[in-house]
């Protein structure tokens, strides 16, 4: 479906989030020679989405260019009191806002306060710079900074390719959210309303049939 021309890099083992960026990172940085000030936009392939969710995307980009900030996420502003989503907790209640807090998936009644100070769904969608990405590695997680050498010729040889997946092999199974959204300062959220959702119960499966 993807066709040929779309780049993947894949996870030679299971290790979360966190690892599987940077490896994806890694490639960018050591093959395709991105600039440390490009804007990376992350986001999960897997929500129901409508059309203005990728133009809210292109937007996300545009403003981690323009902000200060290491990390910009997109929040979406909640329909209910969700025990399914984590929250971000935002400063203000402006659009574009610094980040207060994060709070994991709680239940009703701890969501309904969430809403209560303008919080938003954490859907996992965030904008930083390859540099951010390695400032975060190294003070984070020096495990997997270790796949930052830079050796441009690192994915050219299955010898070296096997040096990878013996890297990543040891990095530790860590989530992007644990890893460094929730430990990161000087970090800005994008209030966003589209249609999404992430289908992840057979119920919302049910509801978007």
Known sequence: QLGEDVGIS??????????????????????????????????????????????????????????????????????????????????????????????????????????AQSALWNAGIFVWSTRSILSALEGHLPEVYGLFDGQADRFATPEEQTSVEEIFARCPSISIDYGVLEQADNVFVRSSDFGWNDVGTWGSLYELS
């Open 10 to 115: 894949v996870e030679p083992c299971r290790r979360d989030t966190f690892p599987a960026i940077a490896l994806a990172t890694a490639y960018l940085v050591d093959v395709m020679h991105v600039a440390p000030s490009e804007s990376v936009v992350v986001c999960p392939v897997d929500p129901y989405v409508e059309d203005g969710y990728f133009e809210a995307l292109k937007e996300l980009s545009e403003q981690a260019d323009k902000c200060e900030a290491n990390l910009v996420l997109m929040g979406i502003e909640p329909t209910y009191p969700s025990e399914k989503y984590g929250y971000i907790i935002p400063e203000s209640g402006e659009n574009v806002s610094k980040v207060k807090e994060f709070k994991e998936k709680p239940d009703v009644e701890t969501a309904k306060k969430y809403l």
